[in-house]
């Protein structure tokens, strides 16, 4: 069974750079037709798609968020990151990992508990 | 981008009774929808793909409807663990991939 578990600081200030890891338990990352994904939640809020990456490490983003995501793949590790730079209050979020079929089949399961990221100083 | 938009906002209702939550997409998206519940301080969880095909694990009371731009999902019978934030997202057109607003079952 898939496991994801994400982790990061908890605390980022302003300007600065988030950098989260989703490590996966039960399948590779570079192992099959899946894609990997990010999305995260602001309090009380709905649901935003950050960016997903394919096992062979093509990645595709958000274009709210293009200019300042990077996402790639730790295959030693077996770890999906994430990385966003020159953060914000509004990045201020919940952020979970996800994994998802390819093509017409992006529907995200099974999910990580959720990493909650907060931009302050 | 695909704007999802769903309703009601809040729905009030009691145990043992139905419930029926609506998602409008701004363009066709086929019957690329899936649905997600989520409970509080939890992360969402997959219940509907194929806008009909329920996930593996999900009661029959979960159903799901509609292709194109409007679908629904209907759950049965309403039991206490089924009060939550229920979310539609669309993976026709991308990216890229949205989700609705969502819609919070509340008992009644």
């Known amino acids: 069974q898939v496991q994801l578990q994400e982790s990061g600081p908890g605390l980022v200030k302003p300007s600065e750079t988030l950098s989260l890891t989703c490590t996966v338990s039960?399948?590779?990352?570079?192992?099959?037709?899946?894609?990997w994904h990010w999305i995260r939640q602001p309090a009380g809020k709905g649901l935003e798609w950050v960016g997903r990456?394919?096992?062979?490490?093509?990645?595709e983003y958000n274009p709210s968020l293009q200019s300042r995501v990077t996402m790639a793949l730790d295959t030693s590790k077996n770890q999906v990151s994430l990385k966003l730079t020159s953060v914000t209050a509004a990045d201020t979020a919940a952020y979970y990992c996800?994994?998802?079929?390819?093509?017409?089949?992006?529907?995200?399961?099974?999910w990580g508990q959720g990493t909650l990221a907060t931009v302050s100083s | 981008e695909v704007v999802m938009a769903q309703s009601p906002a809040t729905l009030s209702v009691s145990p043992g009774e139905g419930a029926t939550l609506s998602c409008r997409a701004s363009q066709s998206v086929n019957s690329n929808l899936a649905w997600y519940q989520q409970r509080p301080g939890q992360a969402p969880r997959l219940l509907i793909y194929?806008?009909?095909t329920r996930a593996t694990g999900v009661p029959a009371r979960f159903s799901g409807s509609g292709s194109g731009t409007d679908f629904t999902l209907t759950i049965s019978s309403l039991q206490s663990e089924d009060f939550a934030i229920y979310y539609c997202?669309?993976?026709?057109?991308?990216?890229?991939?949205?989700f609705g607003q969502g819609t919070k079952l509340e008992i009644k």
């Open positions: 996800a994994r998802s079929g390819i093509y017409y089949s992006v529907w995200f399961g099974p």
């Open positions: 990456i394919y096992t062979t490490g093509s990645t």
């Open positions: 997202q669309q993976y026709d057109n991308w990216p890229p991939y949205t």
């Open positions: 194929g806008a009909t």
């Open positions: 039960g399948a590779s990352v570079i192992s099959g037709s899946f894609y």
